[in-house]
């Protein structure tokens, strides 16, 4: 074959493989992510990564929709009884899981006791629940040992929740995440393939049957436009601006904020605010070292932060952070201003007047954070400076966020660590209400607020016991807020039926491009 | 000392080698000055004067925290500085004693230069990963990681070279007159390859500025909040079309002195005994 | 021959156990809970501990060396923690991406490093000689996560050449063509090692043009670039030939940098990624494949010496 064949050859190649190309791309949606999931087994997994991916493959009985309220998915309706105490969930009937079974009660049964037993907030309900059994084909039963208020924000919340699984699939597992072969769900998306390092695929579930209503939130209809779903790991946060700007991807993730207003401008990019405020969080260690039981210095510590200055310095534009003490954003149901006076004080000279009084003589206060989120690190060397003018003695140990989760989990190896809170629909979901999350705050006045917390279903009167806990937790200081953060996604303009911002992960039923 | 001056003489000769070494005395210069020399304090931080502009009173503008670009990158020379001696003096040192007992002694020799195959066959920058994982990033360590991988190529150098002079008459012939071992290896065989060993040295300094700065950029080199050059690439790159000055200062800077140092080992290999010359590796 | 060859093969055998437990030591002692990071932060610590036991990663550190050292000589390197697949199905993923950058790399190497090394040495001292010189050294002299970032800026978001990242299989959609995704790492990857390479190219030349043949050619009124070409560069390639398989040896591990910035789905990303999950099984295998696929290098490349010039003494 001469020279002029086989660059003929090439050409034809290289056109047909760009038609073929072309053809697919339209149906697939390339999602760049920040790195790969540890598994998507959403009862035992609480990465946002994995949620993310997750939601389009598995259900739970509820979901929430654009106002957090929980609302029913796989259920269809649900009495309640007894006072409270025991909940009838009539579910859908003509949902077929990916491997053709049909859902029934025994699937959710066999689910919902996996995730009681084993799943990471499985425990939060099931400390409650005496019993959950099928009283119907179609009908579940969960008796209560006492009255439960959050229970259906639980069962809506899949991050580490109850998504429902076939029988099959989920009786006999335990603790350790399910193979890819488990990955067996019923919502609109099936899983596909996993390339370690390259990508994870979903593909669209032909007999997929969506729920009815208007689109709202999660909730309401899901219409599958993309043939699949794409998610590519791309760690490097500039590799993911330049590939979607590129045309490479169609979704990118987790975008730094001093970016926003260049990319805002940028014709060819597309920006998605996330709906809830992720937030960064200082424990404090309640078990061992100079701030276990000293609630006027861990007072006094809080007294010398500036956040603002902190969040400028970690994010970047004011349109992307508010100062706000409060756990929740302003709007949203579970907001108050309980206690937040003392959110951001920025006086050094009180906070050094407030240490002497509690007993402080400058001996080292460990205070732990990763480098692998940049804004933690950021955040932390602002407060370890504040903190030196304000005379304490911050011993600032850097650590890859691996080295930090083992060390926080042993109580003499730290005083204080950062990290960060994703949004959460209830105030029961935060990890400071968790008596065994590494800082172990379980004073008797949280122990006693938290009991009455949980025992009432009456909004207002749960509204109003998170208030005293949210002063509480600016009295005793387990735990102290950073301020809201808006973080950001950037999309390619092709997208059409995108919301202006996401509801706690981007979905992308009613998506096309 | 003859090798020596004859060294300097050569590089003398080029001009290019010339202009490198006058680079590098600057950065020693801003290394040993640098809290004279610097404007700001380089971990002084202005939440209000972030990402500024190159201008007046930030010459090279300002990184995300608000941090003088100027300052940190005079500070960074030391890191510079301070990382490339440290590996060069770890690599020689450690790879000198094991290069030339082996090759005087052939039975310890044996063993030890079996114990450096086991090393060199670990791919340097993977090794080099886990070791900074497990053992924590600080400026020490890093010095010794950088220096144990070289530390292997300068041991199998030195090895050749020692066990060439070792057949040499002069050798021999202080061996005939009674002198120990010691004298041997230290007044008879090491003057004669102190030129060489410069020019690895002088390798050794420019690839272990790359080593560090790629340890940086991958998260396991200094700790992030020393000001060095990697560092400050490191943590300001996703800035590159925001604030390009952050990336474009301390790049510039690190490429100045690695080419410098390989210039100047260049210039100098050509006046090292053409016996060794193969022997150095280098760019 | 085949009894040297078999020699070196045996004196491999010590040399590997050695290095097996060198790896299995430094990856275990490194800091950091894989259940811990797995299950994420609302785990309980029960639930922590459970997984650790269902991990094997309670028993004692001895024994998981032997457990791990006995099923690698049954092929088995294990399960990946984070995965859940065997390690080496992870690695063979990878590895398709690493030894394609490597032979690309070694392309633009080729391409570019040997026909200027061979111009340099037959205008030894001329200012093409200084320039290509000087501009390789500079070329080695760039940090390669700095030259991919701007490689990435100018070609793919500017220009819109190449595609930015990733690396779609070639056995996958595309074929071939998707080979165009390596364009702009391996370039970035040849620009530090072509300068090894143009020196070693000149040096040997120019050490063959001195040796006997070469001048009875040139003697005989052969023309210059025929000489250059027939009897020096031939004979240079044996010297070239051992740089160009340790430089192959090495790009598969060092391409780590290269890899991050463009996210490529190789050896050495898998290894950064490992370490931070905490992924033991799957860093160890990387790392002991890495060193077992150098030493076989660093034997053949010392075969092909003894095949290729006959003055090497076969000891």
């Keep these: 074959m001469g020279l002029k064949t086989w660059l003929k050859l090439a050409v034809v190649a290289g056109v047909a493989a760009n038609i073929a190309g072309t053809a697919f791309a339209g149906g697939t949606l390339r999602y760049a992510t920040i790195g790969e999931p540890p598994s998507l087994d959403q009862q035992v997994i609480t990465s946002d990564l994995a949620t993310t991916i997750a939601h389009h493959i598995f259900e739970g009985l509820y979901t929430f929709n654009a106002a957090y309220e929980p609302v029913p998915l796989l259920a269809e309706s649900e009495t309640l009884s007894d006072g409270g105490k025991v909940i009838t969930i009539t579910l859908r009937k003509n949902v077929r899981f990916h491997n053709g079974q049909p859902m029934t009660a025994a699937d959710v049964v066999a689910s919902l006791q996996r995730w009681g037993a084993y799943g990471s907030r499985g425990g939060l309900l099931f400390d409650n629940v005496e019993r959950v059994e099928a009283t119907g084909e179609y009908e579940v039963t969960i008796t209560l040992s006492r009255p439960f208020g959050p229970w259906k924000n639980l069962l809506a919340f899949i991050n580490g929740g109850p998504a429902i699984y076939p029988a099959s699939i989920v009786e006999g597992a335990s603790k350790e995440p399910l193979a890819p072969d488990g990955y067996i769900g019923t919502g609109p998306y099936k899983f596909s393939a996993w390339e370690p390092n390259r990508y994870l695929e979903l593909v669209r579930y032909e007999d997929y049957v969506s729920p009815e209503g208007d689109p709202d939130g999660y909730a309401g209809r899901r219409t599958v436009n993309f043939d699949r779903l794409r998610f590519i790991p791309v760690p490097d946060v500039g590799t993911r601006v330049a590939g979607l700007r590129a045309g490479d991807f169609d979704y990118a993730e987790s975008i730094p904020g001093d970016l926003y207003a260049e990319l805002d401008a940028d014709p060819g990019v597309r920006t998605i605010l996330n709906g809830g405020p992720i937030f960064g969080l200082v424990f404090t260690n309640s078990k061992a070292g100079p701030l276990k039981d000293n609630f006027a210095l861990r007072r006094a510590i809080q007294t010398a932060l500036d956040k603002t200055a902190a969040l400028r310095v970690a994010i970047g534009p004011e349109s992307l952070w508010r100062a706000n003490g409060s756990f929740y954003p302003k709007g949203n149901v579970w907001y108050t201003e309980a206690g937040i006076e003392n959110f951001s004080k920025a006086d050094p000279e009180l906070a050094r007047r407030m240490a002497e009084e509690a007993g402080y003589d400058g001996e080292p206060i460990k205070f732990m954070v990763s480098t692998n989120y940049p804004f933690h690190y950021d955040t932390a060397i602002v407060y370890t400076r504040q903190l030196a003018e304000a005379g304490f003695n911050i011993d600032l140990q850097v650590y890859d966020w691996a080295t930090l989760i083992e060390k926080r989990a042993q109580p003499d190896q730290w005083d204080m660590f950062f990290t960060h809170h994703g949004f959460v629909p209830d105030p029961i979901l935060i990890s400071v209400m968790n008596d065994n999350y590494p800082g172990w705050w379980a004073t008797p006045e949280k122990q006693k607020l938290k009991a009455r917390f949980t025992a009432t279903a009456e909004p207002a009167e749960r509204r109003a016991i998170w208030a005293e806990i949210q002063a509480l937790i600016y009295e005793q200081v387990p735990t102290m807020k950073t301020g809201d953060i808006y973080t950001y996604n950037i999309a390619s303009p092709a997208l059409e039926g995108l919301a202006a911002s996401t509801l706690i992960w981007p979905h992308f039923w009613n998506v096309s491009k | 000392m003859n090798g020596l001056i004859s060294v300097l003489r050569s590089v003398r000769e080029r001009r290019l080698a010339t202009i490198g070494l006058i680079w590098l005395a600057l950065v020693c210069i801003a290394a040993l000055g640098a809290p004279l020399l610097a404007p700001f304090d380089p971990l002084d931080f202005d939440p209000l004067a972030r990402l500024a502009e190159p201008g007046w009173p930030h010459l090279f503008g300002t990184d995300h925290f608000g941090r003088d670009t100027l300052s940190r990158a005079i500070y960074g020379a030391r890191m510079a500085v301070l990382i490339g001696t440290g590996s060069v003096f770890v690599a020689l040192v450690v790879g000198g004693i094991v290069g030339m007992l082996s090759a005087y002694f052939t039975k310890l020799g044996h063993l030890l230069m079996r114990a450096v195959d086991v090393l060199m066959a670990f791919p340097a920058l993977l090794l080099a990963l886990v070791l900074m994982t497990l053992l924590e990033r600080s400026v020490v360590n890093t010095i010794i990681v950088i220096g144990t991988v070289y530390a292997t190529t300068t041991a199998r150098i030195l090895f050749g070279m020692t066990l060439k002079l070792k057949g040499e008459v002069f050798v021999e012939a202080a061996i005939c007159s009674g002198a120990g071992h010691a004298s041997v290896l230290f007044r008879h065989i090491l003057p004669n390859l102190v030129s060489p060993l410069l020019v690895q040295a002088s390798f050794i300094f420019a690839f272990a500025q790359l080593q560090a700065a790629a340890l940086d950029f991958l998260g396991l080199g200094l700790p992030p909040e020393v000001p060095s050059w990697g560092n400050m690439l490191s943590e300001e790159r996703i800035y590159i079309t925001r604030a390009p000055w952050l990336l474009i200062f301390p790049g510039t800077l690190i490429i100045l002195t690695v080419f410098s140092m390989n210039l100047l080992g260049d210039a100098m290999r050509d006046s090292i005994d053409p016996r060794f010359r193969k022997d150095v590796k280098g760019v | ?315």
């Design chain 3, 1 to 315: 021959m085949l009894g040297y060859a078999l020699d070196r093969l045996l004196t491999l055998v010590p040399t590997l156990l050695a290095a097996s437990l060198l790896v299995f030591l430094f990856v275990r002692l490194i800091p950091g809970d894989p259940a811990a990071i797995l299950l994420g932060d609302a785990a309980t610590p029960e639930q922590v501990a459970a997984l650790t036991r269902e991990l094997g990663l309670d028993q004692p550190l001895w024994k998981q060396y032997f457990l791990w050292l006995g099923n690698i000589l049954e092929g088995d390197f294990g399960t990946s923690i984070f995965f859940g697949k065997p390690v080496l199905a992870v690695i063979a993923d990878s590895a398709e991406t690493s030894i394609l950058l490597a032979v690309t790399t070694m392309g633009w190497i080729v391409l570019i490093g040997v026909p200027i090394g061979i111009l340099a040495a037959v205008r030894q001292g001329s200012w093409i000689d200084q320039a290509t010189s000087g501009l390789a050294m500079l070329m080695a002299s760039v940090p390669t996560f700095w030259l991919g970032l701007y490689f990435i800026l100018v070609f793919a978001v500017g220009l819109g050449w190449f595609p930015s990242s990733g690396f779609p299989s070639i056995t996958g959609e595309g074929g071939l063509l998707n080979l165009r995704y390596l364009v702009l790492p391996s370039l970035t990857l040849a620009a530090p090692n072509a300068a090894l390479i143009i020196r070693l190219v000149r040096a040997s030349m120019l050490d063959v043009s001195r040796e006997d043949h070469v001048r009875t050619a040139r003697a005989k009124g052969l023309h210059p670039l025929r000489v250059a070409i027939k009897h020096i560069f031939r004979n240079a390639l044996i010297a070239v030939a051992g740089a160009f398989g340790f430089t192959f040896a090495a790009l598969v591990s060092e391409a780590v940098v290269t890899e991050t910035v463009f996210s490529l789905p190789g050896v050495g990303r898998l290894v950064v990624q490992s370490i931070l999950r905490r992924d033991y099984p799957v860093i160890q295998g990387v790392i002991l494949i890495v060193v077992v696929f150098y030493m076989f290098v660093n034997l053949l490349v010392d075969l092909a010496y003894a095949r290729l010039d006959p003055r090497v003494s076969l000891k």
